[in-house]
């Protein structure tokens, strides 16, 4: 018998499961590591900024989640694991034309105001000349100007998930692969099944990301949890290091990142085709022409790899995160959408404060799941 399972091992699983192993509650995390698990395939791009295309509502996760960043990796320090590709390397917001760079000073200004009342963790910002950008990501092509933020982050999703689920393992979680039902008795949720094997649990996680939409057929729920797939091209460019270079953004929806030693990342498609895992060729054409129309130096990069991933996303475009409605013992936390990496850890150890029964230090109703599920 187990305090708590888990169902689903990305960031979001893999930081609740750890939150309450910490805490000392007996917790067992069940991952059936899908293809297309989108923390697998997610670019990784930690800014408040990054955010403002999302719902208001987003904005006060969005900054306490930047915040949060900093106690976690100390926490994981303690706990021996060091690796988790997160680093402060500054986010650019480019203008390629005249029209873009009309947009950057109210975008400044608004970085500014962010800062001024709460959100530090931006860092400084500043106009930049196209000079001035060229060294700090020299593949760019001559952009017209562009807006710098000292505190835009990076973050490798695998990195993270191993070192949170690795970490939670040595506050005595057990990880297990399989893939879970709810297993439903009188009414109540009494754990899950694998299989043939029943495991008991005082409270169940739905953090099954796109897929948790599934898991709660049975109890006559909808989960309006939904794939929004992305495909993400890793390029290598072989002798530069190109591990201190900022995260590019403002070009359309795309971005560049990059990462020890020399990987350049370009994302990434949106696209709702469902559970449809396949690499197509207008998803790496429209990747590959948008990177290369604003970064014509990385040409000559090798294309190592197209990542799939499927982003939960909800129809409001907010999280689900809480306790469901009518079933005191069954909480999800799932919908991060395109801000899964950066929002998901911090959500994690929300929902693992709720389930032990502590008030989290965030208001969370714009979240909560009876704005789609009604009691049971
Ligand atoms: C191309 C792309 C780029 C992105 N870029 C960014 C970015 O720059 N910044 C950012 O913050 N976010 C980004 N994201 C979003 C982020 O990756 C996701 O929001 C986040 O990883 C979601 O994490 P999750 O744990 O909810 O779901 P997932 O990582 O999808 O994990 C869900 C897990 O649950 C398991 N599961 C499901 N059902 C069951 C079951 N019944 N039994 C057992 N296991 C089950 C699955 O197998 C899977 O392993 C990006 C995503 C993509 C795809």
């Known amino acids: 018998m187990s305090d708590v399972i888990v169902i689903g091992g990305g960031v979001v699983g893999a930081s609740a499961a750890y939150h309450l192993a910490r805490e000392g509650a007996s917790v067992t995390l069940i991952d059936r590591a899908d293809q297309g698990q989108a923390t697998a395939a997610g670019a990784g791009i930690c800014s408040p900024s990054n955010v403002l ?51 950057l ?52 999703g695998r990195l993270l998930r191993d070192a949170l689920c690795r970490a939670a393992e040595r506050h005595g979680a057990r990880i297990a692969r399989a893939s879970a039902t709810l297993d439903v008795q009188g009414g109540r949720v009494s754990g899950v099944l694998t299989g043939a094997e029943r495991v008991r649990a005082e409270a169940v996680l739905l953090a099954g990301g796109a897929w948790s939409a599934g898991l709660t057929d049975h109890l006559g729920i909808a989960l309006p949890l939904f794939a929004r797939r992305g495909q993400i091209a890793h390029l290598s460019l072989p002798d530069t290091d190109t591990s201190r270079w900022p995260v590019v953004t403002g070009f359309h929806s795309h ?4 990462f020890p030693q020399n990987r350049v990342v370009a994302g990434a498609t949106r696209e709702e085709v469902g559970f449809d895992y396949r690499t197509t060729a207008a998803g790496v054409h429209e990747v590959l022409s948008e990177a290369l129309r604003v970064a014509p130096g990385l040409a000559g990069a090798t294309l190592d790899d197209v990542r799939i991933g499927m982003r939960p996303a909800t129809p409001d475009n907010l999280p689900l ?4 409605p009518g079933l005191s013992n069954i909480f999800i936390a799932a919908g991060h959408g395109a801000y899964g990496l950066q929002l998901g850890p911090y ?15 965030l208001d969370l109703s714009p979240y909560a799941p009876e704005r789609f599920v009604s009691s049971v």
Not at 66 to 79: K, V
Not at 347 to 361: F, H, K, N, Q
């Open 347 to 361: 959500s994690g150890a929300l929902v693992a404060d709720m389930i032990r029964g502590i008030t989290p230090p």
């Open 321 to 324: 995160l809480g306790a469901l």
């Open 105 to 156: 000073p109210d975008f400044l200004r608004y970085q500014r105001e962010a800062h001024a009342q709460g959100a530090s963790h931006i860092g400084d910002t500043t106009m930049l000349e196209a000079g001035e950008v060229a060294s700090l990501f020299p593949p760019l092509a001559p952009v017209h100007s562009a807006v710098y933020s000292s505190g835009g982050a990076r973050v490798d």
């Open 255 to 258: 971005y560049l990142l990059s």
């Open 53 to 103: 295309a999302a719902p208001a509502a987003y904005y006060p996760l969005a900054v306490r989640s930047g915040h949060y960043y900093e106690e976690l990796l100390a926490h994981l320090a303690e706990d021996g694991e060091q690796t988790t590709g997160y680093d402060v390397t500054g986010i650019l917001r480019i203008a390629c034309d005249e029209e873009e760079a009309s947009r």
